[in-house]
Nanobody, 128 residues
Framework: HVQLVESGGGSVQAGGSLTLSCAAG????????MGWFRQAPGKEREGIAI????????HYADSVKGRFTISQDKDKNTLYLDIYALRPEDTAMYYC??????????????????????WGLGTQVTVS
């Protein structure tokens, strides 16, 4: 059973920053694709960043490019999302997710939730 546990969310003022973490437990994603998604109330889940467990290659949604950074520490089996210059529109539940294999695409297609099999329960980020 793959268990992903997010942490690091909270309430921050606009312009602030946060670092979200996702502990993958005993799931090892040495070569697999990991990603961060978010869902605001009344909106669809949005893929915002993916990273290759193999070589660290990344891809971001245009909405977060330049402000969000996805990274991983494979020794700690942990995925991170650094968020800078937070805006009220970044308010959402943030989820980490894992694919069963490598990243499907390095274009926006690869950000689709349908490619990800394993999901955490999310951590709330509120920006005021």
């Amino acid at each position: 059973h793959v268990q992903l546990v997010e942490s690091g969310g909270g309430s921050v003022q606009a312009g602030g920053s946060l670092t979200l973490s996702c502990a993958a437990g005993r799931y090892t994603y040495k070569r697999n694709c990991m990603g961060w998604f978010r869902q605001a109330p009344g909106k669809e889940r949005e893929g915002i960043a993916i990273i290759s467990g193999h070589d660290g290659r990344t891809h971001y949604a245009d909405s977060v490019k330049g402000r969000f950074t996805i990274s991983q520490d494979k020794d700690k089996n942990t995925l991170y999302l650094d968020i800078y210059a937070l805006r009220p529109e970044d308010t959402a539940m943030y989820y980490c997710a894992a694919q069963a294999g490598i990243c499907v695409s390095w274009y926006d297609t690869g950000l689709s939730a349908r490619y990800f099999s394993y999901w955490g329960l999310g951590t709330q980020v509120t920006v005021s």
